[in-house]
């Protein structure tokens, strides 16, 4: 597997040197595609601002940036199917499924709970890294 959707999470845990970000760091390389939505862009300059950090665009190098050409309907509706996600992870999900409507094709890097759960659910390959494990959906 070559692409990987990179969630919030994931990176906040190495701007803000959490114990998680090294294993986040060591994952990131394994995958030569990141794509993202450009949601994370604002949750995370978000978080940044929360905690008293600068804003550097050197957190954000790397990473393709996703933007769906139509409403996400039809992706809502299997993710809500499955199970419960609050919004802004719901559109994380819902843009993956747009990027990759076979799951398996695509990997999460998250250390949020809930995604992992829904996105496993879903059939996508999951890099949960708080365990430092891989997870297959």
């Known amino acids: 597997m070559s692409i ?5 999470s994931a990176l906040v845990a190495i701007a803000f040197a959490e114990p ?3 294993s986040v760091v060591e994952r990131l390389a394994d995958f030569p ?9 604002a949750e995370f ?4 601002a929360r905690e008293g950090f600068t804003h550097s665009r050197k957190w954000l190098e ?10 996400l309907t039809k992706e809502f509706n299997k993710i809500l199917g499955a199970g ?9 999900v819902a843009t993956a499924l747009y990027v990759s409507p076979n799951p398996r094709d695509l990997a999460i890097i998250t250390l949020d ?9 879903l059939g996508f390959i ?8 891989f997870v297959s959906g």
């Open 33 to 41: 595609l990141l794509i993202s939505s450009n949601l994370l862009e």
């Open 126 to 133: 999951v890099v949960w890294l708080i365990t430092q494990s």
């Open 20 to 22: 998680s970000g090294e």
């Open 84 to 92: 419960y996600l609050k919004g802004a992870d719901l559109w994380h």
């Open 4 to 8: 990987a959707y990179i969630d919030t």
């Open 45 to 48: 300059c978000s978080a940044l």
């Open 113 to 121: 709970i809930d995604m992992k759960s829904l996105t496993s659910s």
């Open 62 to 71: 790397g990473i393709s940036w996703v933007y769906p050409d139509r409403p």
